[in-house]
């Protein structure tokens, strides 16, 4: 039978080993996790272009350069899910500028069409003055529209409709977060169904906004 005292010195060791180990924890704190890596870094995303805004003014990727970039691609003329995309990302867009004016204001949005043939400047300026009073439309000539939506990984083509002028474009619907450096930080959400509804998904825009923008 384990004699009463040496017991009785074995608890009070593991007491004081308990102790201490409190004591330490309580000195230096938990071992802070590494921040996470972007999801995109390192993607092969993006890249100079010289397109045309909704002004008819010259754009170049260098004009963002030290800026944040959100970039989505559309066409004006879109009937339902551009617009939705882009109501979702410049509502989230404004959350984020309210709750942080300063790291709002590194943002730049731009949307540039994948429908160049319609979007001129001039129809492009009604449209994104919908979404956001800091919202570039960018346009330019078929060939700039094609590189531009290569070296950021976007498809689309042309679906004909009931005549000439009244084709869709289906293309890829994606909306990209890149750095002050012009590099591929994220994805922000658009379809994602954990985010429906009229605050969801600017909620989780803003949220994203908040986690990469330094």
């Not at 790291?103 to 003055?129: M, N, Q, S, Y």
């Amino acid at each position: 039978m384990m004699n009463i005292a040496n017991m009785g010195q074995k608890l009070a060791r593991a007491s004081l080993i308990v102790a201490l180990g409190t004591m330490l924890t309580g000195c230096n704190g938990a071992a802070e996790a590494p921040p996470a890596a972007p999801p995109l870094e390192g993607a092969r995303i993006g890249g100079p272009f010289t397109l045309t805004d909704q002004d008819g003014r010259t754009v170049r990727d260098s004009d963002f350069a030290g800026q944040y970039r959100l970039v989505y691609f559309g066409y004006s003329f879109c009937p339902d899910i551009c617009p939705v995309d882009l109501q979702k990302l410049m509502r989230g867009l404004a959350q984020f500028e309210k709750s942080d004016p300063a790291r709002g204001a590194k943002v730049a949005p731009l949307f540039i069409t994948v429908d160049p043939a319609r979007d001129t400047p001039a129809a492009l300026k009604p449209f994104v003055a919908r979404y956001h009073p800091r919202l570039l439309g960018l346009t330019g000539t078929p060939e700039q529209i094609a590189t531009v939506a290569k070296a950021y990984v976007v498809t689309y083509h042309k679906v004909d409709g009931s005549a000439p002028d009244r084709y869709l474009m289906a293309h890829s619907q994606l909306a990209f977060l890149m750095d002050p450096a012009g590099k591929p930080l994220a994805l922000l959400p658009l379809d994602d169904p954990s985010t429906e509804g009229d605050e969801g998904a600017p909620a989780a825009v803003a949220a994203d906004l908040a986690k990469w923008v330094k």
